[in-house]
T-cell receptor, first 112, second 113 residues
Framework: GIQVEQSPPDLILQEGANSTLRCNFSDSVNNLQWFHQNPWGQLINLFYIPSGTKQNGRLSATTVATERYSLLYISSSQTTDSGVYFCAVEVRGNTGGFKTIFGAGTRLFVKA | DTGVSQNPRHKITKRGQNVTFRCDPI?????LYWYRQTLGQGPEFLTY????????KSRLLSDRFSAERPKGSFSTLEIQRTEQGDSAMYLCASSLALNTEAFFGQGTRLTVV
């Protein structure tokens, strides 16, 4: 089955720093989303981005579907950005439907 | 609309008991998904519904697990004869249609003792 790899696995930043998180996937995908899981476990939508570039405030994302990767940029990081960032791809399932595969996540800690 | 709602938020049960969780998706969302997440891992796909039809099931979903969405609105996930390995966060998500973004509920944390 498809492999979804995220890097780096862990990241510690000083408040105000910028960072880039990467998601590689091993096969063609139907779509791709980025999520932030906060310390209380809630998964928050960041971007729905099967291809192209999107920006939302200090965050932006780029997916190059032909090269099978996506990048999440965080600029001017804040302590509230701490948590786990997941990349999730949707692919064809085994019985004709679709299934979503999550990467293992990047754990981010932003220091004040 | 208040988003995807899951109940209960927490459940502690004894090994061997049956448990049932409920998910209410965002109104008019046709697709509903169930995931399981253990500590330090990403969510694992369990199953999804298009309206009331269950279109995909993960091989992770053993015979002890069953999910329903009888009227194409809310869904239930039942685990029979729970085992300690079933302890996890169970997450539900919904989306309007194929190729649209999915929104998650806050999850039901199950502890099997």
């Amino acid at each position: 089955g498809i492999q979804v790899e995220q890097s780096p696995p862990d990241l510690i930043l000083q408040e105000g720093a910028n960072s880039t998180l990467r998601c590689n996937f091993s096969d063609s995908v139907n779509n791709l989303q980025w999520f932030h899981q906060n310390p209380w476990g809630q998964l928050i939508n960041l971007f729905y981005i099967p291809s192209g570039t999107k920006q939302n405030g200090r965050l932006s994302a780029t997916t190059v579907a032909t090269e099978r990767y996506s990048l999440l940029y965080i600029s001017s990081s804040q302590t509230t950005d701490s948590g786990v960032y997941f990349c999730a791809v949707e692919v064809r399932g085994n019985t004709g439907g679709f299934k979503t595969i999550f990467g293992a996540g990047t754990r981010l800690f932003v220091k004040a | 609309d208040t988003g995807v709602s899951q109940n209960p938020r927490h459940k502690i049960t004894k090994r061997g008991q049956n448990v049932t969780f409920r998910c209410d998706p965002i109104s008019e969302h046709n697709r509903l998904y169930w995931y399981r997440q253990t500590l330090g891992q990403g969510p694992e796909f369990l199953t999804y519904f298009q309206n009331e039809a269950q279109l995909e099931k993960s091989r992770l979903l053993s015979d002890r697990f069953s999910a329903e969405r009888p009227k194409g609105s809310f869904s239930t996930l039942e685990i029979q004869r729970t085992e300690q390995g079933d302890s996890a966060m169970y997450l539900c998500a919904s989306s309007l249609a194929l190729n649209t973004e999915a929104f998650f509920g806050q999850g039901t944390r199950l502890t099997v003792v």
